[in-house]
């Protein structure tokens, strides 16, 4: 396996290694790969409790207003659509591109890229799914979207009593374990484990 130094660009060839073991650039001495320890096994499972999380942030109540008696619950996605009938078109697209679409698309693939994986099979688009999904990740910002809702909850809390719903909780849940899933995520470990599954 191939590994350009990101820190010296000089390109060395990386044998085989144990986990937890690391391999430093014979130029500037920065480490070039380190082998995690079942990264495989931990991406998966935090991709799928990811989109365990995401289907009850979705599923339920997001945030409760009571305001003289009347209690109205709202949902993430009832909130874009109703950014969108208040004609804010370029604000519902941004929160539905950077709160649903992409946190859903990372997770997806992130699935059926470390499933296969772990089951040492190797589906069509595997490599080009992985390569789509390092590129998606910046674009997954649920947690400036939660900082928001924050903002919003401290403002409002002076006119109504806001009722945290199970969503929010959900979706805060999601906002570590998507955090998680990037940290243990080895695209060294990937690539090398697709070179034995060849």
Known sequence: MFIACDECDLLESVPPMREQSRARCRRCGAIIYQRHPRSIERSLALSMTGLILFAVAN?????????????????????????YQNEKF???AV?????????VLQLCAGVYVFLP????RRPRYLSHVF????RIQ???????????????????????VII??????????LIVVLAAASAVMAPEDVWSRLEATN
Do not use: C, D, H
């Open 59 to 83: 599923a339920y109540p997001f945030l409760g207003f009571k305001l003289e008696g009347i209690l109205v619950n709202t949902t993430l996605i009832g909130g874009i659509e109703l950014l």
């Open 90 to 92: 370029a604000i519902a």
């Open 95 to 103: 929160v539905a591109i950077t709160a649903v679409v992409a946190p």
């Open 117 to 120: 994986l772990y089951l040492n």
């Open 131 to 134: 390569r789509w999904l390092q």
């Open 138 to 160: 910046p674009w997954a910002m649920i947690e400036v979207f939660m900082l928001g809702i924050l903002v919003s909850i401290v403002k409002l809390a002076q006119m109504a």
């Open 164 to 173: 945290p719903g199970v969503a929010l909780w959900a979706f805060a849940l």
